[in-house]
């Protein structure tokens, strides 16, 4: 879901549909311009979506433009109680080799089987 990008014609946000991978949980996410700093922006966000980031609809867009299978696994690097970039690099650091322990392990398995 993209909040901050509005259909001209019907006023809706625009909605892309990354390939969903079975068995792995799923979330929506919403996709702004910019940084979502303010609480009553957050709370609106938080019924449209699950996550929020600044990058997804753009990789689902190339994707789809390109016609190339899409699935979007996000790193929750912080949330909307972080204020600071320090706090998300330690975040980053912290949990980057679970992540990859993930990627490696439960992902790259269903990957090579081509089950998506």
């Not at 979506?49 to 996000?74: H, N, P, T, Y």
């Not at 980053?92 to 090579?112: A, G, K, M, N, W």
Request: net charge negative; hydrophobic share 40%; charged share 30%.
């Amino acid at each position: 879901v993209e909040p901050d990008r509005r259909h001209y014609q019907t006023g809706k946000p625009f909605r892309q549909q990354p390939d969903v991978m079975p068995g792995f949980a799923s979330a929506r996410l919403a996709t702004l311009d910019q940084a979502a700093l303010e609480a009553e922006k957050r709370m609106e966000i938080s019924a449209m979506a699950e996550l929020v980031d600044m990058e997804g609809a753009a990789i689902v867009q190339a994707a789809r433009k390109f016609q190339v299978r899409c699935c979007l696994f996000k790193f929750v690097s912080d949330t909307a109680a972080h204020t600071t970039g320090g706090e998300i690099i330690s975040h980053i650091r912290q949990y980057r080799d679970s992540l990859f322990h993930f990627f490696r392990t439960e992902l790259l398995p269903v990957l090579e089987r081509d089950e998506i």
